[in-house]
């Protein structure tokens, strides 16, 4: 794995503190674990906190949900470096990780980065509107159902290089496309529908 920074200090926010809803919510993950166990609650802080700030992680983030805590600062960059699920620089309105594993590799995921890189930038990158940033990532669980992609909590599955830029179109035009399969089939169910079972009793 690479190494994982901060953001440049030119990115970061001066100051990050949960809205009164998310503290609320916060502590209520915090009573759910044993006493003296209540920094077993470190990565949903951390995740909300992200989704507070637009989809990244900045410094001032990390050092909140540290006080939230009763953590040292650098215990709480030590989660937040060494999960890839949280962004540590700016991301788009529309994130895209992009599965880059060998189940979407032999299935067309090539195709797919290719698009990225084109229609995006590079990894990390976000575009000059502000809508859109990518990165490949390791499995993301839905390999019967490759190529796919999650961009921000949805999963596009079954692409094509065609699907794929319609999806991108769609949100570059602030629709929203439909998650899930991009092909004739149910969750991951046969395409083509059921072989077997078929016969009622």
Known sequence: MAVRRLAEPHLQPES???????????????????????????????????????????????????????????????????????????????????????????????ALIDICSRRIGHQHEVTADGKFSWVEVECLGACVNAPMAQINVDYYEDLTPESFEKILDEMAAGRTPKPGPQVDRQMSAPIGGATTLKETT
């Open 16 to 110: 990050f503190a949960f809205t009164d809803a998310n503290l609320a919510w916060a502590k209520q993950q915090i009573a759910k674990y044993p006493q003296g166990r209540q920094q077993s609650a470190v990565i949903p802080l951390l995740w909300r906190a992200q989704e507070q700030a637009g989809g990244w992680l900045p410094q001032k983030a990390i050092e909140h949900v540290a006080g939230v805590l009763g953590m040292a600062n650098i215990r709480v960059l030590e989660v937040a470096t060494f999960y890839t699920m949280f962004n540590l620089a700016p991301v788009g309105k529309f994130h895209v990780q992009m599965c880059g594993t060998t189940p979407c590799r032999l299935r067309g995921a090539d």
